[in-house]
């Protein structure tokens, strides 16, 4: 007898372990496309057309949300579309000189002809808190001449084998220490940097800060998105020879992942309903907060090296706040209106948005970033107005005017989002970015934060959607071998 219990206790335990093992080993049997993409943003996007345009039609697209473009994303607000997330064409050649390569969402953009503002930095006024124009005091040269110095003080660092620094340590280094009691200096800190990094110099890795590679590579002009179709209408456009019912599946929200080396097959909530679609390949366009918020479940658990190279990177918050007021009384004919003050995070920058549309809504734009932002989503809205009230009248005093409305967009509680776009930290390197990108099994990993020159960028989300698209064709044609060092050519 108990040799009998002894058996069939073995046979449970054997049982139990084939379970497992079948699911953390999906079968290829059932394969609904060769290639699952788990996003529909740039990256996901632009890798469909790429496979596609490669004669791979077998694909399917998996999006969490009613529509496509992930961090492109416009609502309606003040009787328009505004854009919450991505907003400009960021590295644009207006002067047809051949040192600059092409962005390709200029090309897009003049195919559809989607409508944009050119960004005109120099329309810009500034104010102290006591509402005195300062934009002839700002210490622009000196701003310049440190930023200048970076490039060289990188190239010095690594030659002497020195070990990585933040972007604030660096310019430190350059006497630019903006302070409370300097609040024209604070002003051109947070315009110089956080601006574009939605992040302080304090929490950036010089050696992986993507500097003026865009200005660089592509052109200094930007170009504010104001089409009415939204600037996600680009990933419309591009995805036209393949986005239908059958290929694009919405409302589809990928709770785990199964991955090997024969097969990908990802379970999702769709419409309400629990299903499971298997590939002979799968393609993560989460961004980095979804990864680090591990709300995804993987099996079998990524390894190490991967988390790691994921930990490796913060998802600050870019913020934009829409504001209507019942009239205007700011100065519409500006681009910029920014602030002086000693706390560089407080309301720093105001766009007029009333003459960017047809209806000229009394619309103001402010930009935050850093703890200011993420108080800013957590906070009830009647501070925030409080706070804006605050801002605005130690520029223009006692004013009459109300705000009829307010739309704070929440991206760091969104599920799939978890923040704006990535940064690296310091420590970050090229073989970062790359184990980043490199696949597990047959799941490659893709996104702006995969482009080591562009990440942040919709620019760099598209890159780095072709980019893994090769990699799987190549991985096909029996080509691609993942390397533990970084010397596989990126395309950004």
């Known amino acids: ?38 996003g529909a943003g740039a990256s996901g996007i632009a890798a469909a057309r790429e496979l596609h345009d490669n004669g791979l039609t077998d694909f399917l697209i998996l999006e969490g949300r009613p529509e496509i473009g992930g961090r492109m994303r416009a609502v309606d ?44 930095y120099g329309s810009t006024v500034v104010y102290d808190v006591h509402g005195k124009n300062v934009t002839a005091h700002l210490p622009h040269k000196k701003v310049e001449h440190v930023y200048g110095q970076l490039a060289n003080l990188i190239k010095k660092m690594k030659a002497a084998g020195d070990k990585d620094v933040t972007v604030r340590e660096a310019l430190t280094k350059f006497h630019w220490t903006p302070s ?31 500097a003026d590679n865009t200005d660089v590579d592509f052109g200094t002009s930007d170009f504010f998105v104001t089409d009415q179709r939204g600037f996600a209408y680009l990933l419309e456009y591009l995805g036209e020879p393949f986005l239908n019912a059958k290929v694009l599946h919405t409302d589809a929200t990928v709770t785990s992942i199964e991955y090997s080396d024969q097969c990908v097959c990802a379970y999702v909530m769709e419409q309400g309903n629990s299903k499971r679609y298997c590939g002979k390949y799968g393609i993560v366009t989460f961004s980095i907060g979804v990864l680090q918020s591990k709300t995804v479940n993987f099996s079998p658990k990524l390894p190490e090296w991967k988390v790691e190279a994921i930990n490796k990177y913060e998802l600050p918050l870019f913020l934009k706040v829409f504001i209507l007021f019942n009239e205007t009384f700011w100065d519409d004919n500006v681009q910029y209106l920014g602030r002086a003050v000693s706390n560089r995070e407080n309301y720093t920058l105001f766009l007029p948005m009333g003459q960017l549309f047809e209806s000229r809504p009394h619309l103001l734009l402010a930009i935050l970033t850093g703890n200011t932002a993420r108080q800013t989503t957590a906070q009830d809205t009647e501070i925030t107005k409080l706070h804006i009230y605050q801002a605005l009248r130690s520029i223009y005093g006692n004013f009459r005017a109300e705000i009829v ?11 799939f989002y978890h923040g704006s776009y990535s940064d690296p930290k310091v420590g970050v390197t090229t073989e970062t970015y790359t184990k980043l990108a490199d696949p597990v099994g047959n799941l490659f990993f893709t996104g702006e934060a995969t482009s080591e020159h562009y990440y942040g960028y919709v620019h760099g989300a598209y890159f780095a959607g072709i980019h893994t698209a090769n990699m799987i064709l190549e991985h096909m044609e029996g080509i691609w071998k993942q390397r533990t060092n970084a010397t596989r050519e990126r395309p950004g």
């Open 77 to 120: 607000f003040a009787g328009v579309k505004v854009e919450v997330g991505a907003n400009w064409i960021t590295g644009v050649d207006l002067t047809n000189s051949s040192k600059f390569r092409t962005n390709p969402l200029w090309v897009l953009k003049q195919e559809t002809n989607l409508s944009t503002i050119h960004s005109d």
């Open 1 to 38: 007898m108990p040799k009998k219990k002894s058996t069939r206790l073995v046979v449970a335990v054997m049982v139990i372990l084939l379970a497992s093992l079948s699911r953390a080993q999906p079968t290829c049997r059932d394969e609904d496309a060769q290639v699952l993409i788990l």
């Open 180 to 210: 409370p009691a300097h609040p024209l200096e604070n002003y051109l800190d947070w315009y110089s940097f956080d601006y574009n990094e939605a992040t302080p110099p304090d929490n950036v890795s010089l050696f992986a800060w993507r």
């Open 405 to 415: 409305d307010i739309l704070v967009p929440d991206w760091e509680s969104n599920e």
